[in-house]
């Protein structure tokens, strides 16, 4: 009988220490800085009461996560916006996310 488990746990996103400093740099310097910057600090600051509430630093790392994810998609995104293709056949995913509610 073999005491290891059977299936290997996938341990949670940690961020290096420095990525919420360095992904607010990466945002003052980007084009959208003026919509970004604030959207950031306005939902790393609600994180940052969570966290200090349920003493989990899970939504930090979920706020970093998600605002890197948004920096790395957005040359697709503008490349997308730039090629002009249609998307009025697209379902509005904000009006999915409401219904579910």
């Known amino acids: 009988m073999s005491v290891e ?24 310097a980007d084009r959208r800085a003026e919509r970004w910057v604030p959207a950031f ?19 930090l790392y979920e706020v970093v996560q998600v605002w890197q994810a948004r920096v790395a998609s957005a040359p697709a995104v503008d490349a997308f916006l730039a090629s002009g293709r249609d998307e009025t056949g697209f379902v509005d995913m904000e009006e999915l996310r409401n219904g579910r509610r």
Not at 47 to 55: G, K, P, T
């Open 5 to 28: 488990p059977d299936h290997v746990s996938v341990p949670p996103y940690a961020p290096a220490p420095g990525a919420p400093g360095e992904l607010l740099a990466q945002l003052r």
């Open 41 to 59: 600090e306005r939902e790393w600051a609600a994180a940052l009461e969570e966290s200090r509430r349920s003493f989990s630093l899970t939504t």
